[in-house]
């Protein structure tokens, strides 16, 4: 079992940054993919970006150049650093985790707006 805890989520102006955190816990060591997805109401859930282990990262073509998803193992934590923000990019964002199966964050919730 995987546990995941976000934060960093928040009310910011268009053009503005956010980093995203995400906390793992458990059975991290079975992990082989990790990544963000947001979700908008009455949309699907997308991804915006990810990493498969000792692969590359693929981001969301609406995000590349401005968002970048980074690890600390030493702290078990991915962050998302989400830079010159639009309203567009208002979502609940979803910390995402694969091992065997996948695991899924509480959700954080990001507004941009002026």
């Known amino acids: 079992q995987v546990q995941l805890v976000e934060s960093g989520g928040g009310l910011v102006q268009p053009g503005g940054s956010l980093r995203l955190s995400c906390a793992a816990s458990?059975?991290?060591?079975?992990?082989?993919?990790m990544g963000w997805y947001r979700q908008v109401p009455g949309k699907q859930r997308e991804p915006v970006a990810v990493n498969v282990r000792g692969g590359s990262t693929n981001y969301a073509d609406s995000v590349k150049g401005r968002f970048t998803i980074s690890r600390d193992n030493a702290k078990n934590t991915v962050y998302l650093q989400m830079n010159s923000l639009k309203p567009e990019d208002t979502a609940v964002y979803y910390c995402w985790y694969r091992s065997n199966r996948e695991y899924w964050g509480q959700g954080t919730l990001v507004t941009v707006s002026p």
């Open positions: 458990g059975s991290i060591f079975s992990i082989n993919a």
